[in-house]
């Protein structure tokens, strides 16, 4: 004969049971949640002139505006004319 818990009227076995069951139940919980969560896709800290529009949907005079403003200043990277801007630049003006 197993164990009595005190202040309960269930046995050693019992109360395992019991916990088994709770245990199993918030687990399966867990992973039906984390099942429906997308992973986010990896961002990318340089972004194109495109890229950006797509990002924070704006226009191409949006971008051209805030350029000519100063209040976003992209970067040059090589020899070529293509304008690059950074996440964390954009995200602190568009957030």
Known sequence: MG????????SEEEFKDMI????ADELCS???KIQNVKPQPEKKEK????????????GS???YNLKKEKKIVPRKFG???????????LDRHFK
Do not use: A, H, N, P
Request: charged share 40%.
């Open 3 to 10: 164990k009595q818990i005190t202040g309960f009227s269930l």
């Open 20 to 23: 088994r069951d709770v245990i």
């Open 61 to 63: 005079t949006t971008l």
């Open 79 to 89: 020899e070529g004319r293509r304008d690059y801007y950074f996440r964390d630049e």
């Open 30 to 32: 867990f992973f039906d």
């Open 47 to 58: 972004m194109t002139r495109k890229e950006v529009m797509e990002e924070y949907s704006i």
